[in-house]
DNA sequence: GCGAAACCTGACTGATTTGTCAAGTTTCTT
DNA sequence: AAGAAACTTGACAAATCAGTCAGGTTTCGC
């Protein structure tokens, strides 16, 4: 279980583009420069996040990369999400890859429990705004209690 | 961020120890056999956890693998970071792929706030012994709700 | 118009992770 | 003592993921 890769480096873009003044956009350059990223990579990355509708890009000389929406309104989970996945419902039993003709548990999986947990964990993620990681880490904290006292797991 | 193969399967054998009567070893043979994998890998899965010490192997013809400690006492977080491991600390900046000598957020890491997020949902399965998951969903929602409300990111 | 600056895209390479194989060592049963 | 059943281990092949490259298309400023 680990943030991989690509959601990290994503991320990173994504806040660049959040401490960004509404409308002006930043260059994949300037981001891959103040990131130590290469330029290549991070074009990339933010073509995904394009694809996912969190960023938008503007062509041409004067162009760049902008939020979709304003950090208040993208979650930790949707980044999360558009950047390599959660496990989700689908892919739990389907992409099974032993030796059996399907998932032997498919009738009384011993796992779902393992699955009620990491949906509660998405759950936890799309209370968390972009915004929040802009902020100081106390800020954070006290996202985390609330959504900690607040969020029920989905029966 | 997701939950890898390794950890699936690997808890999948742990589910089938937790199962077993006190005392009693269960082969690889059977464990692979019940969960549709090669024994091959079920043993490369099971020496990895006996290696963190959460199971212990008996050699010999009647010999087989049982769990080290009850399923009370072992968490789900001590076998996540058995079977691949969670974010850490240590690998934070340290193990930065970028282009720069070093991390450009060694002194003002944006994405603390991020690490703090993950330790948190560390410490709730932490806090979540295997047994948890040998019964009904319930109880697995009620031990979360617990860990929402009792548990404080440390700073 | 035209060239520079910027985004767009798919193919490709290297690294990591998955899962297998084969040749051991240990222990029990008879 | 011999053989079978079981664990041990390191090397390997296949699949997936990270990150790069090269050649596009679009737009702006002059």
Redesign the pocket.
Known sequence: MRI????E?GLRCLLQLAQQPEGE?????EIARREG?????V??L??LL?RAGLTR?????????CLSRSPQQISLGEIIRAL?GFVSDAEICNQF?G?LDCCVHVNNCGLRPLWRVAFYIQSMLDRIPLSALLHDEQKVERDLMETGRSSRLIV
Do not use: M
Request: aromatic residues 10%; hydrophobic residues 25%; glycine residues 12%.
């Open positions: 991989t890769a690509q959601e480096y956009p930043l260059t994949v350059r990223l290469s330029a290549a990579y074009e990339k933010l073509h394009s890009s503007v062509r041409g000389q004067s162009g760049g990369y390599g890859t030796n």
